[in-house]
C-alpha cells in the first residue's frame, strides 16, 4: 500500500527534531515503507527548509496550472517518453517529485537504465530479418527440417581448486597464509553437440587441444 505524502513528511520533521541527517531519515522512510519512498534529495530540500524555521508540511503554492494529476496522465507521458526524470514530470504537471513517485509506484513502473547492444539495426536490417525468418518458418512447415538439425558449440571453463580455509586460532597466533590462484588459471574446453530433443553428446577436450575440423566432423 502507498504511503503518503503527508506522513512521509511528518517522518521527516519527526527525525529532523532529533538532529538525524536527511540521508539518514531518507534511509530509514524506505526502510520502513519501501525502497524508493523518497529520494534523498527531496529530504534534504525539507530539511533546508525545516533549518529555515518554516516546518509547514504541505507544499509551497505555485504559480500556473492546478496540482492536478492522475495515473492515466503519467502513464501517457511514459508512453510517449519514459526517459524523464520524476524532477521532469513534476514540472510538467506541477506537482512535487514525491507526488510523482507515488503515482509511478501505483503503475508498477521502476527505472531502469538502457542497455548497450552491438549495432542499432536499420528498417532495412529489421525487414529482411523478417523476411529470412518467415521464409525458414514456412519452409519447415512444409519439411520440418530444423528436427534434422545438429547444432555444435564450445565453451572455456576455468577452474581453480584453490580455497581459502578458516582455523581456530588464539589471538597471537599468526594467521595461515594461501597464495592466490595464477591470473592464468587452468580451463578446459567444453564442447557441446545438442538438436531440437536435447543435448546428443558433450566432451571434454584434453588440455592444450582446441576445436579442428576433425572434432566437429567427428
Known amino acids: 500500500m502507498a504511503v503518503s505524502d503527508a506522513i512521509i513528511r511528518a517522518c521527516l520533521l519527526y527525525e529532523f527534531k532529533l538532529e538525524a ?3 539518514e531519515a531518507c534511509r530509514k522512510i524506505c526502510a520502513a515503507f519501501g525502497e524508493g519512498t523518497i529520494a534523498e534529495r527531496t529530504g534534504q530540500k525539507w530539511f533546508k527548509k525545516f533549518s529555515s524555521g518554516n ?15 492522475n495515473n492515466e496522465d503519467i502513464k501517457l507521458a511514459i508512453e510517449h517518453d519514459s526517459s524523464q526524470t ?10 512535487s517529485d514525491e507526488t510523482i513517485r507515488l503515482h509511478l509506484h501505483q503503475l508498477g513502473k521502476s527505472r531502469k537504465l538502457s ?11 529489421k525487414l529482411q530479418r523478417l523476411t529470412i525468418c518467415s521464409s525458414l518458418l ?10 534434422r538439425m545438429l547444432t555444435c558449440n ?14 581456530w586460532l588464539a589471538s597471537n597466533d599468526p594467521v595461515l ?30 588440455s592444450g587441444q582446441t576445436i579442428t575440423p576433425e572434432i566437429y566432423s567427428a
Open 154 to 167: 564450445e565453451k572455456w571453463i576455468m577452474y581453480c581448486n584453490k580455497k581459502r580455509t578458516y582455523h
Open 21 to 23: 541527517k536527511a540521508a
Open 55 to 69: 516546518e509547514n508540511l504541505e507544499d509551497e503554492p505555485r504559480s500556473g496550472r492546478p496540482s492536478i494529476v
Open 138 to 147: 514456412s519452409r519447415h512447415n512444409l519439411v520440418p527440417f530444423f528436427d
Open 115 to 125: 542497455k548497450w547492444v552491438p549495432y542499432k539495426l536499420s528498417e532495412t536490417n
Open 177 to 206: 597464509m594461501t597464495p592466490k590462484p595464477s591470473i592464468h588459471q587452468q580451463n578446459v574446453l567444453l564442447c557441446v553437440w545438442w538438436t531440437t530433443a536435447g543435448i546428443v553428446h558433450y566432451e571434454l577436450l584434453p
Open 86 to 95: 520524476c524532477q521532469n514530470f513534476a514540472s510538467r504537471f506541477n506537482v
